[in-house]
């Protein structure tokens, strides 16, 4: 029995140690988009977990589930999508759905389907809700974010079950714990928020890109919590950060204004995302800084 989970973030590694705590047994394997399946290592009608992950192209989905008992739980909606486009999404068995995260999918299946002899299933735990309205960016819960920024500092491996899986037996792990690991996270907040600050009165200038007028700024593997201090949704239509990854440019927008959809504009560009939020990778970057700042007719 195998287990892939989305390596790439909590939510991936919070369902693959939601499977490992029930299914001690199984091989759990982390996995990314762009990496290369293991086709070789699943063996004929093995049962295989796939947990906030989808393969790509989708071909390879319907070649696995021929290949293996396939449970295919995710929450992506191109992947979804394509699913109901081919007419199998009612013949995979599994749990999806746009608006819930990977984790409180994994829990809530294994609880359904696998638990179903067991006199009570248990509720979500804080923890899974916690990091799974975090990943669907439902922020309205202060508690939120502080839980994802405190569980940052540790190492999340999710075969590690004396880290993960006290947060699956509430008896064990009570929530005031959790709360332990939330003061961490809102200490983390505070410190990154003055650092974001700093970031962008020092580096953010405006650009134009495809008649969006932007605020930029030089930055990878960030969100659009970088843009905080500087952000006026009056003057500009979108936040732009970028950086060069060894392979090329890769440019992330957001935006909170109704009438601008940053997903489209990717999509364009050969990229993609959500309405909100998306990006898209190129050789040469669209736009210059220009040295006359003011010079940019925003
Ligand atoms: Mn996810």
């Given at each position: 029995?195998?287990?892939?989970?989305?390596?790439?973030?909590?939510?991936?590694?919070?369902?693959?140690?939601?499977v490992?705590?029930?299914?001690?047994?199984?091989?759990?394997?982390?996995?990314n988009?762009?990496?290369?399946?293991?086709?070789?290592?699943?063996?004929?009608?093995?049962?295989?977990?796939?947990?906030?992950f989808?393969?790509?192209?989708?071909?390879?989905?319907?070649?696995?589930?021929?290949?293996?008992?396939?449970?295919?739980?995710?929450?992506?909606?191109?992947?979804?999508?394509?699913?109901?486009?081919?007419?199998?999404?009612?013949?995979?068995?599994?749990?999806?759905e746009?608006g819930?995260?990977?984790?409180e999918?994994?829990w809530?299946?294994?609880?359904?389907?696998?638990?179903?002899?067991?006199?009570?299933?248990?509720?979500?735990?804080?923890?899974?809700?916690?990091?799974?309205?975090?990943?669907?960016?439902?922020?309205?819960?202060?508690?939120?974010?502080?839980?994802?920024?405190?569980?940052?500092?540790?190492?999340?491996?999710?075969?590690?079950?004396?880290?993960?899986?006290?947060?699956?037996?509430?008896?064990?792990?009570?929530?005031?714990?959790?709360?332990?690991?939330?003061?961490?996270?809102?200490?983390?907040?505070?410190?990154?928020?003055?650092?974001?600050?700093?970031?962008?009165?020092?580096?953010?200038?405006?650009?134009?890109?495809?008649?969006?007028?932007?605020?930029?700024?030089?930055?990878?593997?960030s969100?659009?919590?970088?843009?905080?201090s500087?952000?006026?949704?009056?003057?500009?239509?979108?936040?732009?950060a970028?950086?060069?990854?060894?392979?090329?440019?890769?440019?992330?927008?957001?935006?909170?204004?109704?009438?601008?959809?940053?997903?489209?504009?990717?999509?364009?560009?050969?990229?993609?995302?959500?309405?909100?939020?998306?990006?898209f990778?190129?050789?040469?970057?669209?736009?210059?800084?220009?040295?006359?700042?003011?010079?940019?007719?925003?």
């Open positions: 029995m195998k287990c892939f989970y989305h390596s790439a973030d909590l939510d991936g590694q919070c369902s693959g140690a939601i490992k705590h029930f299914y001690p047994e199984c091989e759990l394997i982390g996995i988009y762009g990496q290369p399946f293991p086709w070789d290592a699943i063996e004929k009608n093995e049962p295989v977990f796939m947990v906030d989808s393969l790509q192209p989708f071909e390879d989905m319907i070649r696995l589930a021929n290949l293996a008992t396939l449970v295919w739980i995710d929450h992506h909606k191109t992947a979804i999508d394509e699913s109901i486009a081919r007419h199998v999404d009612k013949a995979l068995p599994g749990l999806r746009v819930r995260a990977g984790c999918l994994t809530e299946y294994i609880q359904d389907f696998v638990m179903r002899d067991k006199p009570e299933k248990a509720p979500v735990p804080l923890a899974v809700h916690l990091l799974g309205r975090y990943d669907v960016w439902d922020l309205k819960n202060p508690q939120v974010l502080a839980f994802h920024y405190g569980m940052l500092t540790y190492d999340t491996d999710p075969n590690d079950q004396g880290f993960w899986g006290r947060f699956f037996e509430p008896d064990e792990f009570p929530d005031w714990e959790v709360d332990g690991i939330i003061w961490k996270g809102e200490a983390i907040l505070e410190y990154e928020a003055q650092s974001n600050a700093k970031y962008m009165a020092a580096a953010a200038f405006p650009v134009m890109l495809d008649g969006l007028r932007c605020l930029a700024v030089n930055r990878l593997l969100n659009s919590k970088l843009f905080e500087a952000w006026d949704r009056n003057k500009y239509d979108a936040m732009l970028f950086g060069y990854r060894g392979k090329g440019w890769t440019v992330s927008l957001y935006s909170d204004r109704d009438d601008v959809d940053v997903g489209e504009v990717c999509k364009r560009r050969g990229g993609g995302g959500h309405k909100g939020a998306a990006g990778q190129c050789d040469v970057l669209p736009f210059r800084p220009s040295p006359a700042r003011e010079a940019i007719d925003l």
